[in-house]
């Protein structure tokens, strides 16, 4: 053979990788060069390194917003993974030859500045012509591909042709036409004609490059992508390096997930299927070429079985017949992945994919995580972020897997040390931090309200999108904490919104860090001398009564926040009644403030409660106001008991009559409606009042209130609905269960034909 040896392979191919590591041993080259970024070679000698685990990336990122990202994942099976393993077991030189990362940067850069204007552009256009432009959008290579497959998918025609191939030599002939053909079909479309011509220009100018150091061609590997093996043969021919945009960037290397893999996000050579391929993998070793099937079948049953489904060893043997006997029928000797999975849904399901999904995915994606060894290609943020991990012990939830962490951060009495007597309080400060600057390792799990101001609940999962947040956020601190610092401090200042603020404050006591929450306070008390809007000043009001509920737990010093939640509180008692002047869209955003504003003053006893029962009384008895506002401040006079029975019935005798319109009658039952329910169900007169109030009305004003009755009872639960049936059975004089029952069964054709009209009820507005 003379000239360069081009290997083509896809990114993610066990078959790939396998027969790789065969050429190269049957070449002995001097030299392999590898499409890969040609800056990510100083990564080399941590990707080689033992305790570093596929899968891994490395992500490069700008220096400056907008932050701009690429990822280069590698899997066990990635033919530049072996490939670089295998150069560093037999000394062989090593070169990476695609465009610097920063280029890539640039470029991905300008395609979505290019993006963004094209989209205004036709924003633009279409106002102008008032109809919307078709998008001018390029084929996909791969829809392409797939229509002209005969399996109709590329994926299968990739897996039957190639990762099964019988040799070396077969792979490489294989993968090289394959890519010859997919670059001929790609150039008559005209997809990343571009990029692609100034990717191949620096490859060649690496191969050129090394040939003119005293490398004979003949001793030279170039392992690329198949599409590129033609636009490289012609490395001899003599042209400038061509000239690069550049973004100034960094690189880390960062562990990697099958998940991550199986999305393809940020990634284009990904595959579907990361563990099942690794299954391949696995069997060329060990060379059993039946061996993913087996693999895949067994986990399958294996799955089943854990989760409390039957699943035999009969099953998995007809199954592995069955797979055999379809990959025959597609002209094939090895099954696919599809072949395996039809197999398993025929014999193991029994028909039913549903029944097999989940033990599926699992064996298909994997949970597999990689790992990279402590301090290697870190930033500064990372590193603070895993010291914390450990020192928090917190690192066995570094997992795909979710699980549930519950702390309590009341000091462990028990504890041997400090830091051991605050752990779980330490664990809450870090994971709100994290929490702040966007990093989803945890999620903090909405808790009951009557439930301990000690106990916090989070979910934990670990992802691939973390450690990118994480990368980014290095550019606003060196550490969690200086980055969550000025997170808030960027919110506090670019907001001109109270509640924002008061959420910031709120963030940063949650933090344990006392002197962003200073600087957020005083920004706070600013704001809180301007004219704010009832919704506005409620959500601050419920976040600053958060801080001081939690205060103690959490060891802040509340007392600034204190006299701010005390002017906003005279202020929301004295504008309630204005605000309750609107429509009912704007009705609901104001029932959800009068609750904050209602659970703050329940939780805080330095509220002086005569003022709330004030602004209470004054709503629920004016007629001049929204009537669903009225009727929940009804019910929370009632609930607070400050309205007695006989002012209830006169209330609901008032408000439910035949003069007052049947739609303000029912919006204010549906107000009413809204808390106690359990109080209301047991006053009996309340019922037989709306009893009388339906029976005066005519059949079109019962018309105008079944709307809004259907509404005010719409997430009634059964058991609610139950015990109004048996209120209306004694009043009715009938048996309360077979009021209930008749009440829950399905409408008949004309009842339901008369709900469905009510839809088109003309209002008359």
Known sequence: MSGVNFFGIRHLSPAGAFFLREFLIETKPELVIIEAPMDFEDAVSDIVRSETKPPFAILAYTQSVPIRTILYPFAEYSPEYQAIKWCDENNVKLKFMDLPSETFLALSDERIREAESDI??????????????????????????????????????????????????????????????????????????????????????VIRSAVKDGISPERIVVVTGAYHVEGLKTWETDEEMPTFPKLPSLHTLMPYSYYRLSTRSGYGAGNKAPAYYELIWNGLCKNDRFYAANAYLSKIAEKMRVSGNAASSAQVIEALRLSKTLAQLHG??????????????????????????????????????????????????????????????????????????????????????????????????????????????????????????????????????????????????????????????????????????????????????????????????????????????????????????????????????????????????????????????????????????????????????????KALSEVSFRDDLNTVLSGLCAAILLERNKITNDELKTEVSRRLSKGVPADLGAGWFEGLAMKNRNGLIARLSLWESLDDYLKELDDEEFKRALVFLRRAFADFSSGEKDAIAENLGEIWGLNGEEVSEALNAPLDAASQQVIDDLSGFDFDF
């Open 120 to 205: 205004d552009e036709n924003n633009n256009q279409d106002e102008q012509d008032g109809q919307e432009a078709a998008p001018d959008q390029k084929p996909d290579v791969y829809e392409l591909l797939s229509e002209k497959s005969e399996d109709g998918s590329h994926e299968t025609f990739w897996e039957r042709t190639l990762e099964h191939c019988e040799n070396a030599e077969a792979y490489h002939l294989g993968a090289n036409l394959f890519g010859a053909n997919v670059r001929e079909l790609s150039e008559k479309n005209g997809i990343d004609e571009k990029e692609t011509a100034l990717r191949e220009g620096c490859m060649r100018s």
């Open 332 to 613: 094939g000797n090895i099954p696919t992945l599809r072949d395996i999975r039809d197999a398993a849904t025929t014999c193991i399901g029994e028909g039913s994919f549903a029944a097999i999904s989940a033990a599926v995915a699992d064996t298909e994606i994997g949970t597999r995580l990689g790992e990279i060894p402590e301090g290697v290609s870190r930033t500064s943020i990372q590193d603070d972020f895993y010291r914390l991990l450990k020192e928090l012990k917190l690192e066995k939830y570094r997992s795909v897997t979710a699980q549930e962490l519950k702390l309590d951060l009341r000091e462990n009495l028990r504890a041997s040390s400090e830091k051991s007597a605050f752990l779980d309080l330490n664990r809450s400060y870090f994971l709100h931090k994290l929490r702040v600057l966007g990093i989803d390792f945890a999620q903090l799990i909405p808790s009951k309200q009557d439930s301990a101001t000690w106990a916090e609940t989070w979910r934990i999962q670990w992802t691939t999108e973390c450690e990118i947040v994480l990368v980014e956020s290095a550019l606003k601190g060196d550490t969690i904490e200086l980055a969550a610092a000025y997170e808030i401090k960027e919110t506090v200042e670019n907001t001109g919104d109270i509640s924002v603020i008061a959420k910031a404050v709120e963030d940063a006591f949650c933090c344990g860090m006392s002197k962003a929450a200073g600087y957020a306070v005083n920004a706070l008390q600013a704001a809180a001398a301007d004219n704010i809007p009832f919704y506005e000043t409620a959500k601050t009001m419920f976040s600053l009564s958060n801080v001081i509920s939690y205060g103690d737990i959490r060891k802040a010093d509340c007392s600034a926040v204190e006299p701010i939640l005390k002017q906003l509180y005279y202020r929301a008692c004295l504008i309630m009644s204005a605000s309750c002047i609107c429509g009912d869209d704007a009705a609901k955003e104001t029932a959800n403030a009068i609750n904050m504003i209602n659970s703050v003053e329940l939780a805080q006893g330095f509220l002086e409660t005569e003022k709330w029962t």
